[in-house]
């Protein structure tokens, strides 16, 4: 069973920083399209950032400029560097592997922006 395992979520100040990671078996890892999605409360699930696997990134308008998404190939890990929170990226946070049209998610990991 292909877990993915999400980190570094927690409560921060706006205008602070927090690291995402997203752990990915080796597997799959070389071979996926890792992607970052969030769902604030009461609202639907929306993409925030995604990687594949020869390093073309995507970001969600929202948070261009403020967030960078990366992989290091030698942990099976991508990562999800966020500066300059704000209140409104307040969501649980969900990382998304697509690794040829199967797709796995993890279990989600909350990410809290204070005002």
């Known amino acids: 069973q292909v877990q993915l395992v999400e980190s570094g979520g927690g409560l921060v100040q706006a205008g602070g920083s927090l690291r995402l990671s997203c752990a990915t078996p080796?597997?799959?890892?070389?071979?996926?399209?890792v992607a970052w999605y969030r769902q604030p409360p009461g609202k639907q699930r929306e993409l925030v950032a995604g990687?594949?696997?020869?390093?073309?990134?995507n970001y969600a308008d929202s948070v261009k400029g403020r967030f960078t998404i990366s992989r290091d190939n030698a942990k099976n890990t991508v990562y999800l560097q966020m500066n300059s929170l704000k209140p409104e990226d307040t969501a649980a946070y969900y990382c998304n592997a697509v690794n040829f049209a199967r797709t796995y998610w993890g279990q989600g990991t909350q990410v809290t922006v204070s005002s």
């Open positions: 080796r597997s799959i890892f070389s071979s996926s399209t």
């Open positions: 990687i594949t696997s020869g390093g073309r990134t």
